[in-house]
């Protein structure tokens, strides 16, 4: 009545593909069809393993391995992130649970897990993330959780309320993407957060600008002043990684260390002496 609504045919395709990703990605949360790559994450100077981020991946039986940022946004709106956050969660637990059995009985590691919006608002993610670390036996602070300051400024209220328990129950936090956010510093030193991980906008950027440069600088002071851990991720050439250690930034992580990996050759990498460099070349 009050204007005009432009309509194409494609967008009707759109529409109908849209709906038949959101059907499929019903049925694997039934059948629980995704698979968990894990990414490692290195002390800048040894190169030696601390840590895995763990990446969602679900293989399609016709388009492939579909990555997170595809399907991601579908089971926030459709609330089928919820039994995934879940799933992913019990997995990275159990996985954990395995290496600290078979793999390093005596030096432990910590997986990060992301952790979307829509989870940290459910008021049953606490007691998700309670009775996934009772039933697996881990140490609660073997699992890092990582969320971003957008998630938290959409509803802080809530948010903060979920972290302090979380905090509670051991869990360590991690902040994401830092830098890309809004109204973060007036937040940062009252969240129960202990590791800051700066966006690979700057990251990538390091060496060739010199204000990213300068960004990176001062996140890695801001955070040892608020006594928080720091990782670069990002990271893809060694000028990079150079300059990042010569900051005094202790962890990094990227495709110059190495890209994702599937449970297995994460696995072999802990078993390897754990350095990446020696996966690189063997
Ligand atoms: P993120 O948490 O910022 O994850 C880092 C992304 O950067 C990953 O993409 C990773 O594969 C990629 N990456 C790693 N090293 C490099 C590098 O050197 N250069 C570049 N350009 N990229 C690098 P991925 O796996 O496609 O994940 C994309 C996003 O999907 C993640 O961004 C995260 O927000 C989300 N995501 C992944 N897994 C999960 C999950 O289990 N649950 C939720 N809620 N979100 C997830
Ligand atoms: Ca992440
Ligand atoms: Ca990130």
């Known amino acids: 009545r009050s204007g005009t609504v432009l309509f194409e045919p494609r967008m009707l395709l759109e529409q109908n593909e849209r709906r038949a990703l959101e059907e499929d990605l019903r ?5 629980g069809d995704f698979q968990v790559f894990y990414q490692p994450l290195v002390d800048v100077a040894t190169t030696s393993v601390r840590s895995f981020e763990a990446l969602l991946r679900w293989p399609h039986k016709t388009r492939g391995l579909i990555a997170p940022d595809t399907f991601i946004p579908i089971a926030e709106e459709t609330g089928l992130i919820r039994p995934i956050g879940e799933w992913v969660l019990r997995q990275d637990a159990q996985r954990l649970a395995h290496w600290n059995a078979k793999v390093l009985p005596d030096d432990p590691i910590w997986v990060s897990v992301n952790v979307a919006a829509r989870q940290l608002t459910d008021p049953g993610l606490v007691e998700i993330v309670k009775n996934t670390i009772a039933e697996s036996g881990v140490e609660s602070g073997q ?13 802080a209220v809530t948010a903060v309320g979920a972290l302090d328990q979380l905090k509670t129950l051991g869990i360590h936090l991690l902040m994401d993407d830092f830098g890309t956010g809004h109204a973060s510093l007036s937040y940062l030193h009252r ?9 690979r906008y700057f990251v990538g950027r390091i060496d060739s600008n ?3 440069l300068e960004i990176v600088r001062t996140i890695l002071n801001l955070s040892r002043s608020l006594a928080m851990d720091v990782v670069a991720e990002g990271v893809e050439s060694s000028a990079q990684r150079e300059l990042l250690q010569s900051l005094g930034c202790e962890y990094v992580q990227g495709y110059l260390l190495s890209p994702p990996l599937d ?17 690189a070349k063997g």
Not at 191 to 199: A, C, N, R, V
């Open 27 to 31: 049925a694997a949360v039934r059948n």
């Open 143 to 155: 699992l890092k959780l990582e969320i971003t300051e957008s998630m938290i400024m959409a509803d």
């Open 191 to 199: 969240l129960p957060i202990s590791t800051i991980k700066i966006d």
């Open 210 to 212: 010199s204000e990213c």
């Open 263 to 279: 449970a297995d050759a994460a696995e072999r990498l802990l078993l390897t002496n754990r350095a990446v460099e020696s996966v």
